[in-house]
């Protein structure tokens, strides 16, 4: 039977707590630490025997640690927290990271045999911003994805939705992606998902939302200016020729104003 018919187990070296990470790898032995379980529990590379283990963000993993995940992936062989006796296993490992891992080395800050032995393939992935035709693809599989999940007919992007989501620089990636996704998804009110249904963060900076920045300024020029005209009429008693003088504009002015306005002014 190959590895990739056997089980798959993953862990997140980032997320989880340091001092949580041994014994999720490695498993424990009952009572062998406050809180253990008293039937003990085996680990991740335990239970990965016979498939695959996937350690991502294997960059955040502790130093300490990464000598005795070294000694189990050249020995084939493990030993729980606790425990005395190894156990055989065999699974393949694939790591990912967003880190230097060669700099870390350079830096003394993940072991340089641990490196050449997950280097045997290295396969690199350009961040998101340098894969505009991935965008698009990823977006709409997202939104099929979540629409199934929530019992909802499919969404699509429309245009506008779609040049905004390729004019974004995506810091976090494809995950930031999918999380937009499912903001907007959410957010979505149509049969098809649009620009005003992303979130702030990523059309902020965009072009089309810029434009639409610079109509809200004119329209909020407007409304200081309906402001100021309604304050006028009131200090004035509907006054026109008082207030336009406040107002320091022509009467004539003040009268486009108050038409415009639709204030109840007698004229």
Known sequence: MGYELGPFMAINCAAMPRELIESELFGYEGGSFTGAEKTGRPGKI???????LFLDEIG???????????????DKQVMRVGGRRYKSIDFRIIAATNKDLWQMVQEGLFREDLFFRLSVLSIS??????????????????AERYCFK?????LKL???????????????????????IIYAVNNAQGDNIQFRDLPKLVNRL????????NAAKVLSL?????NAIESALKKTDNNVYEAALLLNIGKSTLYRKIKKYQFDVDI
Do not use: H
């Not at 335990?46 to 695959?52: K, M, N, P, V």
């Not at 992935?125 to 997202?142: H, K, N, Q, Y």
């Open 150 to 154: 929530l019992g909802n007919q499919p």
């Open 158 to 180: 429309d245009s506008g939705a779609k040049d905004a989501l390729m004019k974004y620089t995506w810091p976090g990636n494809v995950r930031q992606l999918q999380n937009v």
């Open 60 to 74: 955040d993993m502790p130093f300490e640690l990464q000598s005795v995940l070294l000694r189990v992936l050249e």
């Open 206 to 213: 965009n072009p089309i939302n810029q434009e639409k920045s």
């Open 46 to 52: 335990e239970l990965a025997s016979g498939g695959t």
């Open 222 to 226: 407007e409304d200081t200016e309906k």
């Open 125 to 142: 992935i350009p961040p998101l911003r340098d894969r505009e035709g991935d965008i698009e693809l990823l977006a709409d599989d997202f």
